[in-house]
């Protein structure tokens, strides 16, 4: 039997943690890789963002960027470059020292062709070399071909690798190092003994000793294990388990209030898809995209599927946005009355119970999602039925997820889809490959040569003017209008937010949950366990 | 045993006609949501309560009961008739022929025939209606099940083809078409009954997990697999025990076709 003890030591100055001193949680896979510039999965990104040590960083709680590695930074030439105070005394886990070199030699992997970083892609404004300059040890100017929208903000993806280390990738700056992997089983991250950060009282961070996470696919395994205690933390929990837990164990549950997540339906507008002409007619007319929105009742979505634990969503900005968010575009109304009235000036009106176009076709089209998401299938039930109301029949569809996959962005054999958009960025610089007209997801209909739609044209030249300007208050008045005809022709319906759902063992302190990934770790140097030792000179 | 099996026969009558009368005994549509009463409790109004929706429990029990248990036989009709066929004929022609059926109906069991489902269900049209999509659900589960049944019908086959009668009839100069029609098949028939009530609770089972697997009927029709999903949050069952209705009916229904399974395997030839 493991008794677990509480134990504070000092020696010579010295505390060190009891054995349990150890956070343990669940991913859902083996992570692909432990290189931070590879990072595309999530299992990865939660070993990076533990691991690696970045120049800045966003406080996920304030929503404010905070110098990590730098102390200081300077953005110029309209977005074209930055300047970096370096942290000086900083050492990598190896004990190498940080200096401009290994930002320098960063960069250059980030954006070598050849690596296909996926962090990197943020920082391509423009086709050309990215140079890294340094005028000392601790000066270091980073200049791009183009402008980088909210450059600062991209630098919080970007761990710093050392360029002299003989352990490449493993030598860290973040809080937590490597110790362990076994694959199909857990990956252990053990404190890093040369992280630079204390707290307010001069103690070392982090105060864990390691960091376990367990991989488990299982969700009702990790509850599970949660309940008996073998788990600390559950990072993104659903709404059924939500108000299980909640049930049972009160004081656990976390509800951070409104996720940047959606839940979206969208309708296929590519011009050459396999569709009947009318149904292409239907699905590009603003009248009826925006009446099938009005028609959908978002309360009775967040009530009924939600339990409550979601936000009817108004737009392309959740409202734990606070900055971006335009207040001035409103949910649909859920209204019978006003859908209607948009169908009618669209062309449709009533036949018998049906709903018929001007050419007296019945309008029925489907709707496909990805199979065993019950969240996914009740929400379809409920628009179904608002739908029935208006004398639209629609089915229900659902579809394994490659299958889900092939038809929206290879055959775009589909009418119309339901799906959850991940957003894990405040900035809508992050949005762009969504609303700009060439982009792969521009999702209803991607990779356009020129905007078909005079409103998708519009989309485009504002995305690019807040893209390119530096000037906070003109990129929100920019993406204001975004959001405004966006609301207006609604080419994306966006049903709710999700919360941002989690649960925390009552020995875990100092957790602060946020809405922004990772939710309940994002501060994981300074998360304790327990009553064991917390501290270190 | 004399008792129990009109006591099986009455209860699956009585299950089929409810559920053939649904329309007169549900105060509700199975697609109607009174999102006002959600996760309801059974009442006058709703008398196994509402579902998670606000929908009847108790209507889209009958309704769903329709869908399994009218499907589930015809399904095991179809891959019975395919099995008498096929094993049938593989143990009545033998030598060559038999060795053939044999190893392809081992390659057939070893197929891993679920993204076949998976696949077919991508392949649809994306306008099928429910009803459609549900036979052709339950047509493809006849047409994949019939390996099984086909091994012991050629067992059967052999032994019959092997016994004196036929040996005589053989010799006897009658015809092998005959043979096969007239004096095989009739003979088979206690086997091939006894395939075709082992197959219903089979398929009822089949439709049961493919609605698990968000595969079976979609919405807003009911089926067995759809309502025994909920069932997986067992703390709500536990409060809220009306819910176990599909389980329950399910279990009374696969132990009546297995009475009469058994009644048929000991009635004599």
């Known amino acids: 039997m493991l008794i677990r003890l509480a134990v504070v030591l000092s020696v010579g100055g010295a505390l060190a943690a009891a054995a349990s001193n150890e956070l343990r949680f669940s991913v859902r896979n083996d992570p692909k890789t432990f290189n931070p510039l590879l990072v595309d999965d999530e299992s990865s990104l939660a070993v990076r963002y533990l691991t690696g040590g970045v120049l800045i960083r966003l406080n996920r709680y304030t929503e404010e960027l905070e110098g990590e590695l730098a102390t200081k930074w300077k953005v110029s030439e309209n977005g074209r470059s930055i300047d970096f105070e370096l942290r000086r005394g900083v050492r990598f886990s190896d004990g190498t020292p940080f200096t401009c070199q290994d930002v320098a030699y960063t960069m250059h992997q980030l954006m070598e062709p050849a690596l296909h970083s996926p962090t990197g892609d943020a920082f391509r404004s423009a086709p050309g070399e990215v140079e890294t300059q340094c005028a000392g040890p601790f000066q270091a100017k980073v200049r791009f071909p183009g402008p980088v929208a909210a450059l600062a903000a991209q630098f919080d993806q970007a761990a710093v690798l050392s360029a002299v280390s003989p352990r490449k990738e493993s030598a860290v700056l973040g809080p937590f190092e490597l110790g362990e992997y076994k694959p199909g089983a857990y990956v252990l991250l053990r404190r890093n003994p040369n992280y630079w950060k204390r707290d307010a009282n001069g103690h070392a961070l982090p105060y864990l000793d390691s960091i376990r996470l367990e991989i488990q696919q299982n969700r009702e395994l990790e509850l599970l294990r949660f309940r008996r205690g073998e788990l600390d933390l559950i990072n993104k929990l659903d709404p059924d388990m939500y108000d299980r837990l909640s049930s049972q164990m009160p004081r656990v549950v976390v509800d951070a209030g409104p996720s940047l997540d959606w839940e979206t339906v969208f309708f296929n507008q590519v011009q050459n898809a396999p569709l009947p002409e009318h149904k292409r007619r239907w699905f590009r007319s603003g009248d009826f995209r925006r009446a099938v929105s009005e028609a959908i009742r978002r309360d009775d979505i967040v009530r009924i599927v939600y339990h409550g634990h979601a936000r009817a969503a108004a737009g392309p900005v959740s409202v734990a946005n606070h900055f971006w968010l335009n207040p001035a575009v409103k949910p649909g109304s859920g209204s019978e009355t006003t859908a209607m009235a948009l169908l009618q000036h669209g062309g449709f009106r009533r036949s018998g119970g049906a709903l018929v176009d001007s050419e007296g076709n019945k309008v029925e089209f489907s709707m496909i999602t990805n199979a065993g998401n019950k969240l996914h299938e009740r929400m379809l039930a409920l628009i179904q039925q608002d739908l029935a109301r208006l004398g639209i029949q629609l089915h229900v569809v659902p579809l394994d997820f490659p299958s889900l996959v092939e038809r929206i962005s290879r055959t775009f054999n589909y009418e119309s889809v339901l799906m959850a958009w991940s957003n894990i960025d405040l900035d809508p610089s992050a949005q762009m490959n969504v609303w700009v007209s060439s982009a792969s997801n521009h999702q209803w209909n991607p990779n356009q040569k020129s905007p078909e739609t005079a409103w998708e044209a519009e989309i485009d030249q504002l995305m690019q003017a807040q893209n390119g300007s530096q000037d906070p208050s003109k990129r929100k008045a920019y993406f204001d209008q975004v959001q405004r005809i966006v609301a207006d022709q609604a080419p994306i319906l966006f049903l709710v937010n999700p919360n941002a759902l989690s649960a925390v063992a009552p020995n875990v302190k100092n957790v602060t949950p946020s809405v922004v990934a990772p939710q309940v770790y994002w501060n994981a140097d300074r998360l304790q366990v327990g009553g064991a030792l917390v501290s270190r000179r | ?269």
């Open chain 2, 1 to 269: 045993m004399k008792l129990k099996q009109p006591i099986a026969l009455v209860v699956l009558a009585v299950a089929v006609a409810a559920s053939l009368g649904a329309g007169w005994l549900a105060h509700h549509s199975y697609a109607d949501q009174s999102r006002e009463f959600i996760s309801a409790p059974p009442s006058a109004e709703f008398w196994l309560g509402t579902d998670e929706l606000g929908r009847d429990r108790f209507a889209r029990l009958l309704y769903g009961t329709r869908v399994s248990l009218l499907l589930a036989p015809a399904a095991a009709l179809l891959s019975t008739l395919i099995a008498a066929l096929i094993g049938g004929a593989a143990g009545f022609l033998g030598g060559r022929w038999e060795r053939i059926v044999t190893a392809g109906v081992d390659l057939f069991l070893s197929l891993p025939w679920l993204f076949l489902l998976l696949a077919v269900r991508a392949l649809l049209p994306l306008n099928t209606p429910p009803v459609t999509s549900v036979t052709i659900t339950f047509l493809l589960l006849g047409c994949l099940g019939w390996a099984a049944p086909a091994r012991i019908i050629r067992a059967g086959t052999r032994t019959l083809v092997n016994s004196d009668y036929l040996v005589q009839a053989s010799a006897s100069g009658i015809s092998r078409w005959r043979l096969f029609w007239r004096h095989l098949l009739p003979n088979l028939r206690p086997i091939l009954l006894a395939q075709f009530w082992i197959s219903v609770p089979v398929f009822i089972l089949s439709e049961a997990n493919l609605g698990l697997l968000g595969l079976g009927v979609s919405e807003p029709l009911p089926s067995w697999g759809a309502m025994l999903r909920e069932l997986e949050n067992y703390s709500t069952v536990l409060r809220n025990p009306w819910m176990l209705a599909p389980a329950v009916l399910l279990v009374v229904v696969v132990s009546c076709l297995q009475l009469l399974l058994r009644t048929e395997e000991s009635a004599p030839c």
